[in-house]
């Protein structure tokens, strides 16, 4: 078995590739395991949302959630905290929380948003989409892919000394109206003068968010949570190209942040308190390792750091041991405008059934889909480190529709253009860009393993295809320490989980045996 014991109160649920890995299923398993070996139901006192903003998707128990942390389905996790960390804008909070509420399950008395975590509102939307504008239509770049949620323009306030932090909403409207008025009045300037959006493109892009949101929150529409008026960003328009209806925007903001008040608090405190009294944090990291905005490839990264280290600033807390768990997929995918080394052909019938089953969470677009590139995953563990590895999605590499099974192939180093080969990820992104993939060929299996439920049921090859990927991402990384692989994914569903996979030194004796 193993399942080995965390070594920490402090459980970080970070992704390895690009996003997209499935992390949200985990916390319901962490918190089982662990009521299970202490007994006590409420042992996991809190989650906490670590990083970035609503442009970070997690699926968990059938539930699709943006801002808040996938531990919103556990009812004796006593606290759904956001850190310090999160851009967050207050409505999108209520979007989310109110249909949830609906169905049965508590948001609001167990919310608490640090004092420091920034305001996201519509001039970084507004922004994002001009910046977008900018990037295509003045300096003829390709698109970054944005979600266009102004996750970046939001965090452009925080290393500009701009921020307006949910503490200010504890504070008199005065401040605020200042503060978002010299927002807004920044914003108008920039899309104008740098962005150099053309005029008749400010109502547009009003009438673009308000579509995206009235898609996304539709089943809240249907289900009468919410009218589709609830949605309108055209509110924010003045009319005129270039001018927000000020006083409109910080009255819908306004209202919305003062609505929170009991939720706003120091989470620094709440998280050592947590502590003292033996329970455990788990700390819900948003897009995964490769999209981190300083070891990522920008412009192709997110604007927050992803990994690890974070979790201490978004908390507010000393450095100290924490338990890593990262996530990756049996395959990899990326989504935007990645360089994307181990992508598949598209007319490969493998690569058209993966293809049914990927698009954002957040955006709804398709996914791009490639093969299992063990060398982002090993450079993972070897700069940024994880105890737990986690395997989903095995099950998607099964015989189904156009796919009937064949080789699957295996990234296990680059080469490049000077038949030079490359064992780590090189940092310099000209340079990763004129690689190409060298793979091993594994045979594939014929069986559905959807139903498998122990790593000894499953066919032959797939227990091969196991042992070898965790067998070159260590050898790859060459760690001080094996990490574990504690669960493998067969299935969206939460019961389609295998966690009795031998030890990683027994993984690695197992594809010797099997060769």
């Known amino acids: 078995m193993a399942l080995t014991k965390f070594r920490s109160q402090l459980i970080a649920d970070t992704g390895i590739s690009t996003g997209d890995e499935g992390k949200g299923r985990l916390i319901p398993e962490v918190i089982r395991e662990l009521q299970a070996e202490t007994g006590k139901r409420g042992v996991v006192s809190v989650v906490m949302k670590v990083n970035g903003g609503a442009n970070s998707g997690h699926t968990v128990g059938g539930l699709k959630l943006n801002l808040l942390p996938a531990g919103v389905i556990e009812k004796d996790v006593a606290v759904l905290a956001i850190g310090a960390g999160v851009v967050a804008d207050p409505r999108k909070f209520h979007w989310e929380a ?74 008199p409207k005065e401040i605020f109206v200042e503060k978002m008025n010299a927002r807004l009045d920044r914003a108008e300037r920039t899309i104008e003068h740098v962005c150099r959006v053309a005029p008749e493109l400010w109502s547009e892009f009003f009438k673009k968010l308000t579509a995206a949101e009235v898609r996304g929150n539709a089943p809240a529409i249907r289900d009468g949570v919410f009218a589709e008026a609830d949605f309108d960003f055209t509110q924010f328009d003045a009319g005129t190209p270039f001018r927000f209806n000020r006083e409109k925007v910080v009255e819908v903001y306004w209202t919305a942040g003062r609505e929170l008040v009991p939720a706003i608090c120091d989470v620094r405190d709440l998280v050592l308190d947590t502590m003292k009294r033996g329970e455990y944090v788990i700390g819900e990291f948003g897009q995964a390792y490769w999209l981190d905005k300083r070891h990522g490839f920008p412009p192709n ?42 992508q598949m052909d598209d007319e490969h019938p493998l690569c058209r059934r993966l293809k049914k089953l990927e698009f954002g969470v957040v955006s709804g677009r398709q996914r791009m889909v490639g093969w299992c590139d063990c060398v982002e995953k090993a450079d993972a563990l070897r700069y940024g480190g994880y105890q737990d590895l986690v395997i989903n999605k095995l099950d998607a590499l099964s015989p189904a529709d156009e796919w009937r099974g064949g080789d699957l192939l295996v990234c296990v180093a680059y080469k490049g253009p000077d038949g030079k080969i490359y064992r780590h990820v090189p940092r310099n992104d000209a340079l990763r860009q004129t690689l190409v993939p060298v793979y091993e060929a594994l045979p594939g299996w014929t069986e559905d393993i959807s139903g498998v439920r122990s790593f000894a049921d499953l066919p032959a090859n797939a227990k091969r295809y196991v042992a070898f990927v965790m067998k070159t991402i260590v050898e790859l990384a060459d760690a001080p320490a094996l990490p574990n692989l504690r669960y493998i994914g067969v299935g969206p569903l939460p019961s389609q989980i295998i966690k009795d996979v031998p030890e990683t030194a027994e993984l690695i004796k197992l594809d010797a045996s099997l060769k």
């Open 98 to 171: 109110r249909p949830l509420e609906k169905m049965g399950i508590p948001i609001y008395p167990r919310l608490r948003i640090d004092e420091r975590t920034m305001l996201s509102d519509v001039s970084h939307r507004m922004l994002d989409l001009a910046f977008e504008d900018y990037r295509v239509n003045v300096l003829k770049h390709l698109p970054r892919g944005s979600t266009g949620r102004g996750i970046t323009p939001a965090y452009c306030d925080e290393v500009g000394q701009w921020q307006i932090t949910y503490a200010d909403f504890l504070g």
């Open 301 to 342: 990264v997110t604007a927050s750091h992803t990994f690890t280290p974070e979790f201490f600033q978004s908390a507010g807390i000393p450095a100290q041991l924490v338990h890593t768990m990262g996530c990756c997929k049996a395959y990899d995918t990326k989504v935007g405008t990645h360089v994307f080394l181990t």
